[in-house]
């Protein structure tokens, strides 16, 4: 079946460090992967779609300099949080579309805190 | 602009009593609206229960179903009789065909299934 991870599952880190965090496609080909964030008390927010070969689509209100991401192959996506302050605190859902049905599997996400 | 707008919770019904989650959106900027209802159960990511693509057209899964409308804008989600292993976190999303990866959230439904 089809499955993503993703690691670490929970998270702290102190006001203006950075945060790493990954997605793992497994038992699929994901031509594309979609980073989402659910800050409390929201649903979740779209925060950029990176497909293998093309340019990473970053939608309003988040940036590659805030947000890099990383999406070297069919199974491996990355994304950072740099300098996080308290509104980046959520949890980060990773999306994985596969090219054939076009449904997308999530991972079950990473919690982060900032202090 | 985009948006999904769904029953606010939480919804607390009894063990074979019938359920309905409204739902209804607005897809001003996208040509051919996917509607998806996503389900999340405690403890564990997010995971599609059922999506429909085409207007018009019912989708169905674990005795849950809901109809595509696109007259007034709506993907109900209904289950005839509910089982206390139904409690979760249901999410209503609307997607973009030509945009694959981009989904939009309503703020999710908390339903809690009494014995």
């Known amino acids: 079946g089809a499955l993503v991870y993703q690691y670490p599952r929970r998270t702290i880190c102190k006001s203006g460090t950075s945060m790493r965090m990954e997605c793992q496609a497994v038992g699929f080909q994901a031509t594309s992967v979609a980073w989402y964030r659910q800050s409390p008390q929201k649903t979740f927010e779209l925060i950029a779609l990176?497909?293998?070969?093309?340019?990473?689509?970053?939608e309003q209100n988040f940036t590659q300099e805030k947000f890099p991401i990383s999406h070297p192959n069919l199974s491996f996506s990355s994304m950072t949080v740099l300098n996080a302050y308290l509104e980046d605190r959520g949890l980060y859902l990773c999306g994985a579309v596969t090219g054939d049905s076009y449904e997308q599997y999530f991972g079950p996400g990473t919690r982060l805190t900032v202090l | 602009g985009d948006s999904v707008t769904q029953t606010e919770g939480p919804v607390t019904v009894s063990e074979s009593e019938s359920l309905i989650i409204n739902c209804t959106y607005s897809?001003?900027?996208?040509?051919?609206?996917?509607l998806f209802w996503y389900v999340r159960y405690p403890g564990e990511g997010l995971q599609l229960l059922l999506k429909?693509?085409?207007?018009?057209q019912k989708g169905s899964s674990r005795g849950f179903e809901a109809t595509y409308n696109k007259e007034t804008t709506s993907f109900h989600l209904q289950k005839a009789s509910v089982q206390e292993s139904d409690s979760a976190v249901y999410y209503c999303?609307?997607?973009?065909?030509?945009?694959?990866?981009?989904?939009?959230f309503g703020l999710g439904t908390t339903l809690q299934v009494q014995p």
């Open positions: 429909v693509i085409t207007a018009g």
């Open positions: 990176s497909t293998v070969n093309s340019a990473i689509k970053y």
């Open positions: 897809a001003t900027s996208i040509a051919y609206p996917n």
């Open positions: 999303a609307l997607g973009d065909w030509g945009n694959t990866g981009k989904l939009i």
